[in-house]
């Protein structure tokens, strides 16, 4: 990166200016770090797949290969196993001929000291690879990715030049068939207990929380540029006054009013939902409970039948034996007379 002693100035070429991530290599990705490197704090690293199209790169897929690091030295160590990759890419590409090298992921979560020395043995591949950095256990409310290339900075008398990582931004998109299982993905793991009125009421509060975070580096970063930290970026300072100018003026009480007027029409519509909701459960409740009665008294029922049904069976087999004893009693007693009748 450059230091803050001596002007730089930089070289991009070739920069894209946008990352789009689809939905499978995310979950390619998280795959990959639960079976290699869960519960530990070492990183993954793979390839990532698609197509470049004025200056937006599409990332539709991604492969994982060997890699080993030891950072415990002065200067990291590493190791990406090449050959691996190229058969891998080969059959890839007997599968999609037109998904192509784009660069390469890290589950970071951060840009590591070694990172310039692995993007630089991607440029074997592809002139301009990008470094996406999939946070696979996020602790807040934001998209996972992190897209970054890598740009030239020259010192201003032309004697000294290094590489840096460059920020793109990044987002996550997907065609029709992916949106349809994504969706179905979710609705296997939707926890049914949870009303859609408070999954909605969650959905706003992760959204304000993401806010806060992000008025937040807004503010980090003003502070810094205001006390000489950070050099003034006249693009960002346009980009946050078109926002504040879109901003609402609260102070009117027109707007005030209609703001109210809104919430209390909201509210009483969640209210009313929650209470129409709530009855419909307890008359589903109700017809559960007739209905698991009923059900109930049926096997009772059935088994008084069947109690009845083997008492009789046994009776009757009892009433057998009693009469079998007493024939072969009545035999024995004539059988015993006609012998003394002989005698």
Known sequence: MSDNNTAVTSTKRNVPNLVVVHPLVLLSVVDHYNR??????????????????????????????????????????????????????????????????????????????????????????????????????????????????????????????????????????????????????????????????????????????????????VHDYLGKVVAEELPVNHVIITQLQDVFNLLPNIAVDELVKSFAVKTNDMMLVIYLSSLIRSIIALHNLLNNKQALRKAEKGVLEKAAEEDAAKEREERKKREEAILKKEEERRKKQEQEDEEDAQM
Request: without cysteine.
């Open 36 to 217: 290699v490197s869960k519960e530990t704090k070492k990183r993954v690293v793979g390839v990532l797949l698609g197509e470049v199209n004025k200056g937006v790169v599409d990332v539709t897929n991604s492969y994982a290969v060997p890699f080993e690091e030891d950072t415990r030295g002065a200067k990291p160590i590493w190791f990406v196993d090449h050959n691996y990759h190229e058969n891998m890419y080969g059959m890839f590409k007997k599968v999609n001929a037109k998904e192509a090298v784009v660069g390469w992921y890290s589950t970071g979560p951060t840009i590591r000291p070694a990172d310039l020395d692995i993007h630089a043995l991607w440029k074997r591949y592809t002139p301009n690879p990008i470094l996406v950095i999939v946070d696979v256990e996020p602790t807040e409310i934001a998209i996972p990715t992190k897209a970054y290339a890598t740009v030239e900075e020259v010192s201003k008398d032309g004697t000294r030049s290094v590489m840096s990582f460059q920020h793109i931004p990044s987002e996550v998109g997907a065609v029709e068939a992916e949106e349809v299982g994504v969706e179905h993905l979710l609705r296997d793991i939707h926890d049914t207990s949870i009303s859609t009125v408070a999954s909605n009421v969650n959905a706003k509060l992760l959204s304000l929380k993401s806010l806060v975070a992000r008025l937040k580096e």
